[in-house]
């Protein structure tokens, strides 16, 4: 039995490559998608609604959480509506503040209130999510979005700050905590055992799932095989007396 099969928590695939959420949307582990305008932009996406449009028929049966990029927050809250209304499995991504640094509570209090499921997103503190607690409709479905691994960039163990987050929520029984920007799949574990519901996993952590429960003796004879290999092929040698 894998340690896979001892998961809770579920994995969103994270990227703007339309081919890859079609065959991503194959995989049993994965559950749902997300993105965002800067992986839309590597990718080459050009028009932002006829893309998101595509993703939503492409995974009809996953949600598929999208992300307002306006700054004002009346204009945030008519992106929102208009993205809400383009399927059922749509999440509207609401960033927790605007470029000024000023929380968009008034955006999650209204969304949330008329129906929309809300991923708010680019939390990184504790006090962020208390907020969101706030004015967030205890009666919504939302995803609350944390960075840890871009808190974990910063030299901070986002460990307990994950299990502080997962309190803050305790008065909104339907909000999701998620474990957003893994650097490792080991952060997949991390993120189950404080209790988050939803992690964020891109193409390449994805395959390393393969990984997990691999013999290690095994892995280190293939990893010295790869060192001897690379070096015959590259004709090193070393002069000896």
């Not at 995803?143 to 901070?156: K, L, P, Q």
């Amino acid at each position: 039995m894998s340690r896979l099969d001892d998961l809770k928590i579920k994995i969103f695939a994270d990227g703007a490559n339309l081919d890859k959420i079609r065959v991503l949307a194959k995989n049993p582990m994965v559950k749902g998608f997300t993105t965002n305008p800067t992986l839309m932009k590597k990718d080459g996406v050009t028009d932002y609604e006829d893309f998101a449009r595509e993703i939503i028929a492409a995974v009809p049966d996953f949600p598929v959480s999208l992300e307002v990029f306006a700054d004002d927050f009346d204009e945030m809250i008519a992106q929102g509506r208009a993205i809400a209304s383009w399927g059922s499995n749509v999440n509207v991504k609401v960033p927790v503040m605007n470029t000024k640094g000023e929380f968009a509570g008034k955006v999650i209090e209204v969304l949330s209130s008329e129906g929309a499921v809300l991923n708010v997103t680019a939390i990184m503190t504790v006090e962020q999510v208390e907020k969101i607690a706030a004015v967030l409709n205890p009666n919504a479905s939302a995803i609350i979005s944390v960075f840890a691994g871009r808190i974990a960039d910063t030299g901070v163990d986002p460990l307990q700050v994950m299990e502080d987050c997962k309190a803050a929520l305790k008065g909104h029984p339907k909000a999701e905590l998620l474990w957003a920007s893994p650097r490792e799949l080991l952060n997949v574990f991390h993120a189950d055992q404080v209790g988050c519901q939803i992690i964020t996993v891109t193409d390449d952590l994805l395959k390393k799932l393969a990984l997990v429960d691999k013999d290690l003796d095994l892995y280190s004879r293939e990893t010295v095989q790869m060192f001897y290999n690379d070096a015959a092929s590259s004709s090193f040698s070393i002069q000896t007396a």
